[in-house]
């Protein structure tokens, strides 16, 4: 049912009803997204024990995820918004779901990755809905308070899903990070199903961007790809140069479609303001130095120095906890403070930590990382809340939605692209801790590279 009535009307008649279990089913369903992001992290080893995958597998089954959830993430909110964000909201949570418990039963790594390819379109379906559905929902404070603990629940949910993973594998076994979506999406769909407004403002009858995003599937999924066989054929090789040269032409392509469109799903003059190209590179550097190392330490953790599951989620506490306390307190400051030098400044930070954890050698201790950990937790608590804010507000209000999908699809962009080069980089290398010492030195120059540009195209903005 559409309703013709204006959005305030209706977001106060649901306020008044319902009171908070719409934000309920909307944290929920955040929180279980986002935590599927990180939470696999720490299971990698046992699915390659138990499925028998390579390294290029395990990539793909953190990959199929993001990069799903990268190409849908504009058309999703397009879609939501013609066809209903309540039943997009609830479909989406139903599929997610469906493809955990797919993905819990899977018997090969091709199944596997099919399903989390799957599990990132459903996710995208929901994320791309939220913030919607608050706004329909609540209405002054009420709305303020909504957004900040969504905010929050995406934020504990990255940063504690190696822990949570890290219980479940221990546990009762890696199938279980996924199969546990099913109860929690049962209830969300519940919640969402009894306290969401079926009553909706009217449609916008706008044209659904199909090509852009199939083609930057395709871009992405060949760069992945050539990144990940390159430990096979070399950079030099000429499978290497076809597949990576047919990837920039399927990014041209996109752009091209892009600025022919009349409703794109992405609005390419966003990036003629230095503020915004700035915070996407910012966001970029964030996932694709740091967390991108996630799996990879992980994998240092399990297989040579004999941790198991719950101890590496527990090792990762170093630098979740400097997230969660330094988090809120950049968030409620960075109004007062210029956000150009507090960006790169915490960038460059992140480049000094992930340096100090450079210098490990055969048999050292995991101990070696915790100085390090910690100042990257502190600096990615800085930036992370520093680059939403930037990603809203360097935008028009008509254009807030395009801007933070885009920020969305940045990161998830940043996090898979980074773990094929990481991946490539410790291919060349006999001994994994020479290897892993390596990709530190690799992150660390990413995150140094990322505050130098975000310096420059900040720099001149009064933020």
Request: charged share 10%; aromatic share 6%; net charge positive.
């Amino acid at each position: 049912m559409v309703d013709q009535r204006p959005a305030a009307e209706i977001a106060g008649h649901q306020d008044a009803r319902t009171g908070w279990w719409p934000l309920a089913a909307i944290v929920a369903a955040v929180f279980m997204l986002m935590l599927d992001a990180t939470v696999v992290t720490v299971a990698i080893p046992d699915m390659r024990h138990d499925l028998h995958a390579g390294l290029g597998d395990l990539q793909w089954v953190m990959n199929a995820y993001t990069m799903a959830m990268a190409a849908s993430q504009l058309t999703a909110g397009a879609f939501a918004d013609r066809w209903g964000r309540r039943r997009s909201f609830l479909a989406g949570v139903t599929l997610f779901a469906l493809a955990s418990l797919a993905c819990g039963l899977a018997p090969t790594t091709a199944t596997l990755i099919a399903a989390r390819a799957v599990q990132g379109l459903a996710g995208a379906l929901m994320f791309a809905t939220t913030l919607a559905l608050i706004a329909q929902c609540y209405t002054g404070q009420a709305r303020g308070v909504a957004f900040g603990v969504r905010g929050t629940a995406a934020g504990l949910a990255v940063v504690l899903g190696p822990v949570v993973g890290g219980a479940l594998v221990s546990g009762i076994g890696w199938r279980w990070v996924f199969l546990v979506n099913v109860p929690v999406g049962a209830v969300t769909l519940a919640v969402g199903a009894r306290s969401l407004p079926r009553e909706e403002t009217a449609p916008e009858r706008r044209r659904i961007d199909l090509a852009g995003p199939c083609l930057l599937a395709v871009s992405l999924s060949l760069l992945v790809l050539g990144l990940l066989r390159v430990e096979d054929h070399g950079w030099g090789s000429a499978r290497t140069g076809l597949v990576l040269g047919a990837s920039a032409v399927a990014l041209a392509a996109f752009l091209a479609v892009e600025s022919r469109l009349t409703d794109p799903m992405l609005d390419l003059p966003l990036f003629r303001d230095r503020a915004f190209s700035g915070t996407q590179i910012g966001s970029f550097t964030v996932q694709a130095s740091v967390f991108a190392l996630l799996i990879y330490v992980s994998l240092w953790f399990q297989d040579q120095l004999g941790f198991s599951a719950l101890k590496t989620g527990l090792c990762f506490l170093p630098l979740v906890v400097p997230i969660l306390v330094a988090g809120p307190i950049a968030g409620a400051v960075m109004d007062r403070l210029p956000r150009g030098p507090l960006v790169s400044g915490s960038l460059a930070l992140l480049a000094l930590a992930i340096l100090l954890m450079h210098g490990l050698a055969p048999g050292s201790s995991w101990t070696h990382l915790v100085p390090g950990m910690a100042l990257a937790g502190l600096a990615c608590g800085i930036a992370l809340p520093t680059l939403g804010g930037l990603a809203v507000d360097v935008a028009d209000r008509s254009r807030l939605g395009m801007a933070s999908g885009v920020n969305n699809t940045v990161m998830q962009v940043g996090s898979a692209v980074g773990i094929a080069v990481y991946g490539a980089v410790l291919s060349r290398h006999r001994v994994f801790t020479d290897g892993l010492d390596a990709l530190f030195a690799t992150a660390s120059a990413v995150a140094f590279c990322g505050a130098v540009l975000t310096a420059i195209l900040l720099a001149r903005k009064r933020l």
